[in-house]
């Protein structure tokens, strides 16, 4: 017999199989050999009140062997003579479309501008360790785009767009954990994507797909309102009739071509701030209103929204036991954002703390048209580069420095490699984001009782949450609303926030090349 319950335990029961082994015979009245197998179909962890419960969906196997439900690394079949379909970028977005199109029976030849994932390490390791910045390979760019080495989150909010289901079991066909099928809060870790990511490349290839890396696509051939052909970075030209494009929020030569080329695309607004570093057992302090956390439970996360005069300040990418990037794509620039590996075991949890914007906000740059919030952004970044020493550190203050404006007289130490420098903030931030920033963190510590410490450091600039731009396409068919053939795709088009969403868009694009809409 098979039985589905629901329980509450302890973190201790939920965490250690011969306890909840023990807890379920007792509950169930069972015999010591009847209960053969225990099955998570779902865990959350209920920290609202003083004590802490794990909640926990489970299948049972009472009097009957025990079969779990194993998934197995698809087959391959063979795409290498059908109609190919060409993929710019091989971030998630890339990477799912072309997994669906063989599912299709359709070819996919890829072009990714930057590095595969294990050549991509020297080039992080350029970055943090000696600040120089390659423009083709480094936090956003290169196989598996930027949420290969940023953390792996794969909890989203988008559960119309698609089956949020079928992202998680093939990620979990390809190696990661399946614990990612269950936890409420899915989480890969930085030290796990890369060889997950390896394994859908080398199943891409054997089954007769195409991918090239270091080809930046540099032009696109439009005529008569249909692409014929697009160049990469070694002068050759491509043509190509059918062309998704992928490329990551952060393409800002794309989004220039695309408007050179009066390719329409959009203005669109976006969340810029700071990336704020707390140490791990503070958070954990509040969140689980200890004194030490328990080790059957995680790192604690938080996730925090406030309207400060019609605006939200809200936390995002929170990394539990993580740590803070440096995530530029070009010198004279500094960008941060936050990672944590698979046991989410660093000291320090960090989170970006981020302020809506609106299309009003960018008027200053309004000469740049669509691409006025990019530049937007793009002056945050350069000065902070500028108020970092013109290198990849970064200007820092305590929190409450922060908010009473006070250059810190000395500052902690951080995750963040390349190093900080004592600036005042206020400086590199427009007046709305820097007093939205403030009232948003005064607000916080209404919600978290001990959040406001000048033991946390604030780190600028937080600017790279989404794409600056929307590439507008039909909803049905998405392809270009203008180009016939160009299939913008995932968060650089303004479609996706994040790993799953973006895989989602993917598989949504590849499937309406294929003529199926679902």
């Known amino acids: 017999m098979r039985k589905e319950i629901q329980i509450r335990v302890s973190p201790e029961v939920a965490g250690q199989e011969e306890e909840l082994r023990r807890y379920l015979l007792k509950e169930l ?23 802490i419960l794990v909640q926990l969906s489970l299948r049972l196997f009472i009097d009957e062997p025990f079969t779990p439900n194993l998934l197995q690394t698809p087959s391959t079949k063979s795409v290498s003579a059908k109609k190919p379909v060409h993929i710019i ?39 943090n360790v000696h600040q120089k910045v390659n423009p083709d390979s480094n936090y956003c760019f290169g196989e598996g785009g930027a949420g290969t080495y940023s953390d792996g989150k794969l909890y989203t909010r988008s559960t119309k767009r698609g089956n949020v289901k079928k992202i998680l079991e093939s990620l979990v066909q390809f190696g990661a ?54 160049t990469v970075s070694n002068g050759m030209k491509i043509e190509a009739d059918e062309c998704i494009l992928a ?79 440096p995530c530029a794509t070009a010198d004279e620039e500094v ?78 130490k951080t995750s963040y490699t390349p190093g900080i420098v004592s600036f005042p903030l206020k400086e ?30 604030v780190h600028a600039p937080e600017t790279r949450t989404s794409s600056p731009i929307r590439i507008p396409r039909d909803p049905q068919t998405c392809s270009h609303v203008e180009v016939q053939g160009l299939y913008p795709c995932g968060e650089g088009a303004g479609y996706a926030g994040g790993i799953v969403s973006a895989a989602l868009d993917g598989m949504k694009v590849a499937n309406a090349i294929s003529g199926i809409y679902v």
């Open 89 to 127: 970028g091989f971030g998630p977005a890339g990477l799912f479309a072309a997994l669906q199109l063989i599912q299709n029976n359709r070819k996919p030849i890829v072009w990714e501008r930057g590095k595969d994932v294990k050549a991509r390490v020297e080039d992080l390791r350029g970055i």
């Open 428 to 457: 590199i931030f427009p007046k709305i984001i820097y007093e939205s920033l403030v009232n948003g963190f005064k607000q916080f510590e209404t919600s978290m009782k001990g959040y406001l410490t000048n033991d946390a450091i």
């Open 247 to 325: 490329t990551g929020h952060s393409a800002r030569d794309i989004f220039e071509i695309l408007k050179n080329k009066n390719i329409k695309i959009e203005l669109k607004p976006l969340a810029i701030g700071v990336r704020v570093e707390h140490p791990q057992a503070l958070i954990d302090q509040i969140q689980y209103k200890c004194d030490t956390r328990s080790p059957y439970l995680p790192p604690a996360p938080y996730s925090l929204v406030k309207q400060i005069q019609d605006r939200g300040v809200y936390s995002f990418c929170m990394c539990p036991g993580g740590v803070i990037a």
């Open 335 to 412: 960008v941060t954002n936050g990672w944590s590996s698979s046991a989410r075991g660093r000291p320090t949890a960090n989170s970006g703390i981020v302020v809506e914007l609106n299309v009003g906000d960018f008027k200053d740059f309004s000469s740049y048209g669509e691409l006025a919030s990019m530049y937007f952004q793009k002056s945050i970044e350069t000065k902070a580069w500028i108020a970092g020493g013109k290198t990849q550190r970064v200007p820092a203050q305590r929190l409450e420095d922060f908010i009473q404006n006070k250059i810190s007289a000395s500052l902690p």
């Open 177 to 230: 954990n399946p614990n990612i099928l269950v936890d409420a809060h899915p989480h890969i870790g930085t030290n796990k994507l890369p060889q997950i990511i390896k394994n859908m490349r080398e199943y891409i290839l054997a089954c007769g797909g195409e991918i090239h890396f270091e080809q930046r696509v540099t032009d696109f051939e439009i005529r008569n309102q249909s692409l014929r052909s697009f």
């Open 29 to 51: 009245s069972l015999g010591p050999d009847a209960l053969t197998g225990i099955e998570v179909i779902h865990r959350s962890i209920d920290a609202r009140q003083r004590k």
